[in-house]
């Protein structure tokens, strides 16, 4: 019960997050539509030095943001936006090689638990990398038959704790009764679609994969 608890807390939170970072767009286009007045304004007044400024203080702007748009899924590019957003401010370098429509068959909670806990759990890894360690994630989705695969891959920089009876890695963070519950929650949507959580550790490297079986209309 504390687990699904958990799960459910951790969904929403999810959720919330995904929505926040969609606002956060819709925010950023109806930005964009004033710039462009600006400039058309300007424009038509022939104020060359004042157009020159604006464009250089826009490029400036433009230059910090990273790219946007990732994949059509509306929830997935939400997820990817945000977290590697911040794992680029923690000077994490990041590679991604993702795909996937605009729609699949599975809730965007499910999709949200699954991306958001191995995303997360790669920039916790990350923030323990000793001063001069090379910080980085690689993100992958796409598409492979009848399944949606994801798997991130990220360095570590310390011992796992890895239970051959349940499948998973133990948390190392000191309150076990908060954290812990991230790769359970993966798990537990990995299984629903008849699928595993695959967890390899060789030296140097963690990473975290599944292929979700999309159902049948």
């Given at each position: 019960?504390?687990?699904?608890?958990?799960?459910?807390?951790?969904?929403?939170?999810?959720?919330?997050?995904?929505?926040?970072?969609?606002?956060?767009?819709?925010?950023?286009?109806?930005?964009?539509?004033?710039?462009?007045?600006?400039?058309?304004?300007?424009?038509?007044?022939?104020?060359?030095?004042?157009?020159?400024?604006?464009?250089?203080?826009?490029?400036?702007?433009?230059?910090a943001v990273p790219a946007m748009v990732y994949v059509a899924h509306p929830a997935i590019n939400a997820v990817?936006?945000?977290?590697?957003?911040?794992a680029q401010k923690q000077g994490i370098k990041v590679e991604h090689e993702v795909s996937a429509p605009e729609?699949?068959?599975?809730?965007?909670?499910?999709?949200?638990?699954?991306?958001?806990?191995?995303?997360?759990?790669?920039?916790?890894?990350?923030?323990?990398?000793?001063?001069?360690?090379?910080?980085?994630?690689?993100?992958?989705?796409h598409i492979r038959g009848a399944h949606l695969y994801i798997g991130v891959e990220n360095p570590r920089f310390?011992?796992?704790?890895?239970?051959?009876?349940?499948?998973?890695?133990?948390?190392?963070?000191?309150?076990?009764?908060?954290?812990?519950?991230?790769?359970?929650?993966?798990?537990?949507?990995?299984?629903?679609?008849?699928?595993?959580?695959?967890?390899?550790?060789?030296?140097?490297?963690?990473?975290?994969?599944?292929?979700?079986?999309?159902?049948?209309?």
């Open positions: 019960m504390q687990v699904l608890a958990a799960r459910e807390s951790m969904a929403q939170e999810q959720l919330a997050a995904v929505q926040e970072s969609d606002e956060s767009l819709r925010k950023m286009r109806h930005e964009t539509v004033n710039y462009y007045t600006v400039l058309q304004k300007l424009s038509q007044a022939g104020a060359w030095d004042r157009l020159e400024a604006y464009l250089d203080g826009l490029l400036s702007d433009v230059e990817l936006t945000m977290i590697l957003a911040r729609t699949l068959p599975f809730p965007d909670t499910e999709l949200c638990t699954v991306l958001m806990n191995l995303l997360q759990n790669a920039l916790d890894a990350n923030a323990l990398a000793p001063a001069g360690a090379e910080k980085w994630l690689r993100v992958s989705i310390g011992p796992v704790k890895y239970d051959e009876k349940t499948g998973l890695c133990h948390t190392t963070k000191a309150d076990r009764t908060v954290h812990g519950f991230g790769l359970k929650a993966v798990q537990a949507v990995a299984q629903k679609y008849q699928s595993e959580l695959l967890l390899e550790f060789p030296d140097g490297m963690f990473s975290a994969a599944t292929a979700l079986q999309m159902p049948e209309e």
